[in-house]
Nanobody, 120 residues
């Protein structure tokens, strides 16, 4: 199976910025149809933050529109980034990378998660 490795989380003050990265490797990959970032705060359900399709279409949670930007590496569409600006304490969560992989089967692959903490 494809393995997703995230990096870039950490502690930042409110109003600051962080950039998350997620690289997919291994497994049999004919295509990655979409990649995205989800987050889960303590006591809350995991929610979609941002997604991007192989065609470049993006979608965002209302709470992050205008502040977060999802993108892929043009030279390697198996790498996805999440630029997070104007961070708020309510953005504090574990952020997970997701990929919709088409190999011999189609399945979802998940990263291990990276902690983002925004202090007020």
């Amino acid at each position: 199976q494809v393995r997703l490795v995230e990096s870039g989380g950490g502690l930042v003050q409110a109003g600051g910025s962080l950039r998350l990265s997620c690289a997919a490797s291994g497994g049999v990959v004919f295509k990655i149809n979409a990649m995205g970032w989800y987050r889960q705060a303590p006591g809350k359900q995991r929610e979609l933050v941002a997604g991007i399709t192989s065609g470049g279409s993006t979608n965002y949670a209302d709470s992050v529109k205008g502040r977060f930007t999802i993108s892929t590496d043009n030279a390697n569409t198996h790498t996805v980034y999440l630029q997070m600006n104007s961070l708020k304490p309510e953005d504090t969560a574990v952020y997970y990378c997701n990929a919709r992989v088409v190999g011999f089967l189609e399945y979802d692959s998940w990263g291990q998660g990276t902690q983002v903490t925004v202090s007020s």
